[in-house]
C-alpha cells in the first residue's frame, strides 16, 4: 500500500511544482512556526541544505530514503522520541506527500531557476528600438510620423480612416484633453477664423503653456500615486497635514514639464537628487501612505513598470519572471526607509515651536499620570467594596452609601452578555435557581478576594515589565517573549474592571465597572487633589492658547539609520522566514545578476534602475499612459501590467516609436503631447462606418475617436465654468466639494475614509490603492444627480442670470448655446427653447444635462 500511495504521489509531474503545491504548505503550516527563525532542535527548515544537515538529533532528510528521514519518521509518528507535530499527527495524505518528497530526492527550489532567454524575448522586456514608420498607400493623409503606423494598420485590413472631425469638436477635443476644461466661445472663434495651417498647433501650444494643463494631468498621476488628504482610517477622519504639497509639487512638475525620468526619480529619492530642494516635495508619492510597505512595492512597480510584482509576495510570480526573492529585495529597500516632516520654515522658528510642543506633551502626561494614578487608586477602593455592590445589585436596593453611578455600572455588568472569563459562572448559575442569600454573599466574599488577588497579580506584572523595559515606561520593540502578562481568563477579568478597553461588552460608559479616568473623577476628588487637577489641566489649556500654528513641512522619506536586507517570507507570513533578499533591482530587468545596493536604503539606485534609459518598461509605459488619456485606451490596455496576464500591444512598433521619441525629447511629456496631438489620427471625427466597425468593432485599430464622458473633475470644473462661477486659483490646501466651493476639483479634499459623494457617483478611483485607469459607469442616480442636484440648480441659475442681458428670449437663447456648446442653436433647438420661457433656470438646467455637454467626441 505504501509503495502505491509513493508511487502515485511522485507520479504528479514537475518536483517543483509538486514541492510547492503538496510539501510547501504543509511544512509552513505544520512546522515552520518552530524550525524557521527559532531553530527548535537546532533545526532550521529553510532550504534542502539545511535539511541535510539537520538538528541536534542528526540529519533530517536522507534523499531517496524515506524511512530512514527523521523528517518522515517523526511524521508518521514512528520514532521512539520524535513526533512531530506536538499538537497531532498529519493527514494520511500529507504524511504520503511529504514521504513521496522524499523518496523522489527532496526537491527544494531554493530560488527560482535563472530568468531564461525565452521569458527575456518576452515583448515588454526587450529593449526599446526605435523603429522606421512603415510605408503606406495614402501618403497625402499623413500629417506625423505617428500616422504611418496606424494608417499601416488599417490599410492590412482594407479599412479607411473617419473623416477628420470638425474644426468646434477638435479644439474642444484638445481643450479637454490639456487642461480638463472646454474652450471659451472667444477661444473658439479664433481657432475657427484662423485658417493657416499652424492654426491648430498654436491650440496646443497656448494649451500646454496654461497653468490648467499641469491640473489636468497632475490628476492624472495623482490617480495613479493613490493620492488622498486623509489616513486610512475605519474609525475618524484622520487629515494629513500638509498634504496638498505634494498634489501642488505634481501639478508644478506637469506645468513646469519636468523631465519624465527626474520626475520619477524625484519620487522614490528626491531628498538624495542634486538640487533636492526642488525634488524632495515628489517623497510625499510615499510619505502620504504610511500605513503598509508592501504598498510601497506595488504603487511602484505598477505605476512606474507596469509590473505587479506585489503578486510575488507569498510565491514567486506565477506567470511572469519575478521570484519572490525580488519581491523582498525591494521590500527592503522601503524597510529601510522612514516616514520624516522637513521643515519649510527657519531653523529658530521650528526649534520654537518644537520646545512649546514638547512641554504641552509633558505636561498633558503629567496630567495623565495623576489622573491614571488617582483612577487606580479609586478602582482598588472600589473593589474593595465589591461584595456590598453585587449584593446592592442582585437585591435592586438603593445606594445605601455606595455610590449611585458605580452601582449602576454593576448592575448593567451583571446583566451583560456572556463575559469572557468564568470567574462569574457561580453567582450566574445562583441566579438561575434563585440560591438563598447567604450563598449569594458567599460567593460575592470568593468573588471580592479574587479581584483583590488579580489586582496585586497585575500591579507584580507591570513591575517586572517596567524593569525589562529598562526602567521606563518608554514604548520598545521587543519581542512577546521578552514581556511577562496575565493568564488569559484573569486579564479578561482584570479588563472588564479596571481597564480603560472593555472589550466586547457594550454599555453606556467608557471602560470597565471600576475605570473612572479623565472628566470622570473629578467627583470623588476633594481638597488639595482636586485643585492639583485643575491646576494641570488649566497649564496644559494654556500653554496650547499660546503655540503658534504649526509651521509649514513636507510629508517625506528618509533612509533609516541601520537600513537592513528583508527575508523572504515564506508563504507571506511573518513569522516563516526564509533566506536573505540583498536589496538590489528586479532580476528580469538586469542583463546579469542584479548587484546589491551599495548606499543607504538603496532607494537613489533603485530610481535610477528605473528611470534608467536601458531599462525597457519606463518609457514604454508612460507613453502607453499618455496615449491612454488622449484616446480613451492604451495602445496597451492594461496600463498597469505589461506582464503576461496583461494585454498585448494592438500597435507594438508605434509604442516602441513613442518610447523612443520620449526619451529622445528629453523625457518632455509636453513633447509627446505635441506629436500626439498634431497627427491625423487624433484629429479623426467620432464617425461610425459599418464595414469598419464590422471589422474592428472594439477600434482596436484607431480608425476613428473614441466618445467619451467627462470624467467627475472636468464635469464639475465645466458647470462652474459655464455658469462663469470657476475660481481659477492654482494650489493650497484642499477644500471640501460643498456646493459654495468655486475652485476646481483637484484641489477638494480626498478622503480614503469616505469618498465625497460626487466624486463617487461619478466614478472618482478609490484613493486606497493605485489606479491605472477610471472605470465609467452609466446608472440612473447619475442622471437623477442633474434633476435634483442643489450644485447644479445652483449653476444653472448663474448660468440662466448671465444671458439676462441680451435682447429678446431668441438672443437669451443664442446666448445659452454659445456659452455651454460653443456654438447657435439650430432651428429646431431654438423652437423648444422658446417653450421654455419664463423658466430659464430650468432651461439652462436641461442644457447641462445634455449628452453635447456631458460628452466629447
Not at 427653447?833 to 438646467?845: D, S, T
Amino acid at each position: 500500500m505504501w509503495c502505491f500511495v509513493l508511487l502515485l504521489a511522485a507520479s504528479s509531474g514537475d518536483p517543483r511544482e509538486f514541492f510547492e503545491t503538496k510539501v510547501r504548505p504543509v511544512l509552513a503550516k505544520n512546522c515552520f512556526t518552530c524550525h524557521t527563525a527559532t531553530r527548535m532542535g537546532g533545526l532550521e527548515m529553510v532550504s534542502r541544505e539545511a535539511l541535510l544537515k539537520g538538528g541536534a538529533s542528526g540529519p533530517a532528510i536522507v534523499p531517496g530514503e524515506p524511512d530512514r528521514s527523521l523528517l518522515v519518521q517523526a511524521v508518521r509518528y514512528g520514532h521512539e522520541k520524535l513526533k512531530m507535530p506536538p499538537t497531532g499527527k498529519l493527514a494520511e495524505a500529507e504524511i504520503a506527500d511529504l514521504a513521496a518528497w522524499v523518496k523522489s530526492g527532496a526537491v527544494w527550489p531554493e530560488a527560482p531557476a535563472g530568468i531564461t532567454p525565452q521569458q527575456r524575448a518576452f515583448w515588454s522586456l526587450r529593449p526599446v528600438r526605435k523603429p522606421e514608420p512603415p510605408r503606406v498607400n495614402n501618403r497625402s493623409w499623413l500629417k506625423a510620423p505617428i500616422d504611418s503606423f496606424i494608417l499601416a494598420g488599417l490599410e492590412a485590413k482594407g479599412l479607411k480612416p473617419a473623416a477628420a472631425a470638425d474644426r468646434r469638436l477638435l479644439i474642444r477635443r484638445a481643450s479637454y484633453d490639456l487642461i480638463g476644461l472646454p474652450p471659451t466661445p472667444d477661444e473658439i472663434d479664433a481657432f475657427l477664423k484662423d485658417r493657416s495651417p499652424s492654426a491648430f498647433a498654436k491650440v496646443v501650444d497656448r494649451l500646454l503653456a496654461s497653468p490648467h494643463y499641469g491640473e489636468r494631468w497632475g490628476r492624472h498621476w495623482l490617480d495613479i500615486a493613490r493620492y488622498s488628504d486623509d489616513k486610512l482610517n475605519s474609525t475618524m477622519e484622520e487629515p494629513v497635514p500638509n498634504a496638498f504639497r505634494y498634489r501642488d509639487w505634481v501639478i508644478e512638475a506637469f506645468n513646469q514639464d519636468m523631465p519624465y525620468d527626474r520626475f520619477v526619480k524625484a519620487q522614490i529619492a528626491g531628498d538624495l537628487l542634486p538640487d533636492s530642494d526642488k525634488h524632495i516635495a515628489g517623497l510625499g508619492f510615499y510619505a502620504l501612505r504610511p500605513e503598509f510597505q508592501d504598498d510601497r512595492v506595488d504603487a511602484t512597480t505598477r505605476g512606474f513598470l507596469g509590473l505587479t510584482v506585489a503578486c510575488a509576495e507569498c510565491h514567486d510570480h506565477k506567470y511572469d519572471p519575478i521570484p519572490t526573492k525580488d519581491y523582498y529585495s525591494l521590500l527592503g529597500v522601503f524597510t529601510s526607509t522612514e516616514n520624516k516632516e522637513f521643515p519649510l520654515a527657519a531653523k529658530e522658528v521650528v526649534e520654537d515651536y518644537q520646545k512649546r510642543k514638547k512641554e504641552i506633551e509633558e505636561r498633558e502626561n503629567a496630567l495623565k499620570e495623576y489622573v491614571q494614578a488617582q483612577g487606580t487608586q479609586l478602582g482598588e477602593i472600589l473593589a474593595a467594596r465589591t461584595v456590598e455592590y453585587l449584593m446592592a445589585a442582585r437585591e435592586g436596593t438603593g445606594p445605601g452609601g455606595l455610590d449611585a453611578e458605580t452601582l449602576d455600572r454593576w448592575r448593567k455588568y451583571l446583566a451583560g452578555s456572556p463575559k469572557e472569563h468564568p470567574y462569574l459562572k457561580p453567582w450566574e448559575e445562583l441566579v438561575a435557581r434563585g440560591a438563598p442569600e447567604a450563598e449569594f454573599r458567599k460567593a460575592a466574599g470568593e468573588f471580592q478576594g479574587l479581584v483583590l488577588a488579580v489586582v496585586k497579580e497585575k500591579k507584580a506584572v507591570d513591575e517586572q515589565n517596567l524593569i525589562r523595559l529598562g526602567g521606563s515606561k518608554e514604548r520598545r520593540v521587543l519581542s512577546n517573549a521578552d514581556l511577562v502578562s496575565l493568564e488569559r481568563d484573569k486579564y479578561f477579568l482584570w479588563r472588564d474592571l479596571f481597564s480603560e478597553q472593555r472589550g466586547n461588552l457594550s454599555f453606556t460608559f467608557r471602560g470597565g465597572v471600576l475605570y473612572y479616568g479623565d472628566k470622570q473623577i473629578d467627583r470623588f476628588l476633594n481638597g488639595e487633589w482636586k485643585a492639583h487637577l485643575e491646576s494641570l489641566r488649566a497649564e496644559v489649556e494654556s500653554l496650547k492658547k499660546a503655540l503658534p500654528e504649526q509651521y509649514p513641512f513636507l510629508n517625506v522619506i528618509r533612509d533609516a539609520a541601520k537600513p537592513a536586507n528583508q527575508r523572504i517570507h515564506i508563504r507571506g507570513s511573518r513569522d516563516n522566514l526564509g533566506e536573505e533578499a540583498p536589496r538590489r533591482f528586479l532580476s528580469a530587468l538586469s542583463k546579469a545578476e542584479p548587484p546589491p545596493f551599495a548606499n543607504g536604503s538603496g532607494r537613489l539606485e533603485l530610481a535610477e534602475a528605473i528611470a534608467g534609459a536601458e531599462n525597457p518598461l519606463t518609457a514604454r509605459v508612460m507613453a502607453n499612459r499618455i496615449w491612454q488619456h488622449h484616446f480613451g485606451q492604451g495602445i496597451v490596455r492594461t496600463p498597469s501590467n505589461f506582464g503576461q496576464l496583461g494585454d498585448r500591444p494592438d500597435h507594438p512598433e508605434l509604442l516602441d516609436y513613442l518610447a523612443a521619441r520620449l526619451v529622445e525629447s528629453g523625457w518632455s511629456v509636453k513633447a509627446m503631447h505635441r506629436e500626439i496631438l498634431l497627427s491625423a489620427t487624433y484629429a479623426l471625427s467620432a464617425g461610425v462606418s459599418p464595414a469598419n466597425t464590422a471589422v474592428d468593432p472594439d477600434n482596436r485599430l484607431y480608425w476613428r475617436a473614441n466618445r467619451r464622458r467627462l470624467d467627475v473633475e472636468s464635469l464639475r470644473d465645466s458647470l462652474l465654468l459655464v455658469a462663469g462661477n470657476l475660481d481659477p486659483a492654482i494650489g493650497g490646501p484642499a477644500a471640501r466639494l460643498t456646493d459654495d466651493n468655486r475652485r476646481r476639483a483637484v484641489y477638494g479634499y480626498v478622503s480614503r475614509r469616505r469618498l465625497d459623494p460626487m466624486l463617487a457617483l461619478f466614478d472618482f478611483p478609490n484613493p486606497a490603492s493605485t489606479s491605472e485607469k477610471r472605470i465609467p459607469t452609466d446608472v440612473p442616480l447619475q442622471r437623477l444627480f442633474f434633476l435634483n442636484s442643489g450644485f447644479v440648480a445652483r449653476q444653472a441659475e448663474a448660468l440662466a442670470r448671465r444671458v439676462d442681458s441680451e435682447p429678446g428670449e431668441q438672443a437669451k437663447i443664442r446666448g445659452l448655446y454659445r456659452l455651454v456648446f460653443g456654438r447657435r442653436p439650430t432651428p429646431d433647438e431654438m423652437r423648444l427653447g422658446l417653450q421654455f420661457q419664463g423658466a430659464r433656470n430650468r432651461y439652462a438646467q436641461v442644457l447641462l444635462a445634455s449628452n453635447e455637454f456631458l460628452f466629447v467626441n
